[in-house]
């Protein structure tokens, strides 16, 4: 359990796993700013869901992957519930392509969106972190960062950069109680896997010791364990939620 009130925002809060995430944070209690990049709609949907099950939140629109987006975010969210304290780097995109064809556009698009992002929603929620000497920032890679993947290039490349980023964070702040970690999904049923198609699911499922790909919920309960008061002694780790994969 999240201590009671706690400010957290989900990145890409919308849908899929950043949806899980947001209602199990407010499940634990944490006042939750949902980010969505286009669909205002769908964020106002999971707001609805938080507050008719008896929780606080807010939807907060923003490109992560712009600072001057960054910061009119974070201005709002202290406007309404004061410094973040709980960050989750969630959101993220995909533009596979082998690298012979892979264009500028689909590398620097992945690296902003994926990577420059978390660069600047932490040093932002690091002023209020510091200052309050409490925090937790949790950010979304993959198994891909950490193994590679075919067709993967730009995507593992900003995967495995959250985890030296993260390494190297956690380190600078950890005096100050506020701890810095990753969790790494493998294949889970959202939008950007059913994009696959059945066929790559069901290869995908064959690799899988527990025989079957994992939910979004299954990708927050490891969110909301990093979030709470008993994880105060773990930082600058990864934690892989992938059904054991074999790598
Ligand atoms: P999804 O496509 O369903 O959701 C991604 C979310 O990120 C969406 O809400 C989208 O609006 C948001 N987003 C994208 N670009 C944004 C931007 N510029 N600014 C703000 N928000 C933006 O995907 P998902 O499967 O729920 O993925 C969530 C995270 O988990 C991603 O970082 C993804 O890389 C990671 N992940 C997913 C899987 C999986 O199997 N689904 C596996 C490993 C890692």
Same mark, same amino acid.
């Given at each position: 359990?999240s201590?009671?009130?706690?400010v957290?925002l989900v ?6 796993i ?5 209602e199990?944070?407010a ?5 939750v700013?949902v980010?969505?990049?286009r669909?205002?709609d769908?964020a106002?949907e999971v ?8 929780g606080?939140?807010?939807?907060v629109g ?14 709002t ?6 410094p973040?304290e709980?960050? /989750?780097n969630?959101?993220? #995109?995909?533009r ?7 264009? @500028?556009? &689909?590398?620097? +698009?992945? !690296? ?11 040093r932002?929620a690091?002023k209020g972190?510091?200052r309050?000497?409490w925090g937790r920032v949790?950010?979304v ?17 900003s995967?495995a950069?959250?985890i030296g980023?993260?390494?190297?964070v956690?380190?600078? /702040?950890?005096?100050?109680? #506020?701890t810095v970690?990753v969790?790494a999904?493998?294949?889970i @049923?959202? &939008?950007?896997? +059913?994009a !696959? ?8 499922t064959?690799s899988?010791a527990v025989g079957r ?9 490891a969110?909301?364990?990093l979030a ?5 002694y ?13 790598l």
């Amino acid at each position: 359990m999240s201590e009671p009130g706690r400010v957290a925002l989900v990145t890409g809060g919308s849908r899929g796993i950043g949806r899980a995430i947001c209602e199990r944070l407010a499940a634990d209690g944490c006042r939750v700013a949902v980010n969505y990049s286009r669909r205002a709609d769908a964020a106002e949907e999971v707001v609805a869901a938080i507050v008719a099950a008896g929780g606080t939140a807010i939807a907060v629109g923003a490109d992560v992957g712009d600072a001057s987006a960054v910061e009119a975010m974070f201005t709002t969210i202290e406007s309404a519930f004061g410094p973040v304290e709980v960050l /989750v780097n969630n959101a993220g #995109i995909t533009r596979d392509g082998l690298l012979m064809r892979m264009s @500028e556009a &689909d590398w620097s +698009d992945v !690296l902003v969106t994926n990577l420059s992002s978390i660069y600047l929603c932490t040093r932002r929620a690091m002023k209020g972190m510091v200052r309050a000497r409490w925090g937790r920032v949790i950010s979304v890679s993959s198994v891909s960062g950490i193994a590679g993947n075919p067709g993967q290039a730009n995507y593992a490349a900003s995967k495995a950069g959250i985890i030296g980023f993260s390494k190297s964070v956690s380190k600078e /702040v950890g005096s100050r109680n #506020i701890t810095v970690n990753v969790v790494a999904p493998g294949f889970i @049923e959202t &939008d950007m896997t +059913d994009a !696959l198609g059945e066929g790559a699911k069901s290869t995908a499922t064959d690799s899988i010791a527990v025989g079957r790909l994992g939910t979004p919920q299954e990708v927050a309960s490891a969110v909301g364990y990093l979030a709470s008061p008993e994880a105060a002694y773990i930082t600058g780790h990864v934690l892989v939620v992938d059904g054991g994969i074999a790598l």
